[in-house]
């Protein structure tokens, strides 16, 4: 079993950054990557990022392109989704999860959800 854990939002002003964490334990080696989606009220979950524990492969929504960034600490088995240039529309709950593959985009690929933490971007 696998267990995931975020931590890390907030309320920031539109231009401003944070950063979430996403920490795995318990049978951390059955993982190869780790995603981000994230969910607006009314609206469906969308996908924000992923990246294999490698980095290669990565990938990241349209939205967020450019300003959004993974990066990985392997010993410590968390990956951190550093988000900068915040904007209004990217108020949402966010959520990490954790696939035995490739999940991609595609959150039905995950295995493993960590629970959920709001980001406001207030204007």
């Known amino acids: 079993q696998v267990h995931v854990v975020v931590s890390g939002g907030g309320l920031v002003q539109a231009g401003g950054s944070l950063r979430l964490s996403c920490a795995a334990s318990?049978?951390?080696?059955?993982?190869?990557?780790m995603g981000w989606f994230r969910q607006a009220p009314g609206k469906e979950r969308e996908f924000v990022a992923a990246s294999s524990w490698s980095g290669t492969p990565s990938l990241y929504g349209d939205p967020v392109t450019g300003r959004f960034t993974i990066s990985r600490d392997n010993a410590k088995n968390t990956m951190f989704l550093q988000m900068n240039s915040l904007k209004p529309e990217d108020t949402a709950v966010y959520y990490c999860a954790a696939g035995e593959g490739w999940g991609g985009s595609y959150y039905t690929e995950y295995d493993y959800w960590g629970q959920g933490t709001q980001v406001t971007v207030s204007s």
């Open positions: 318990g049978r951390t080696s059955d993982i190869y990557a």
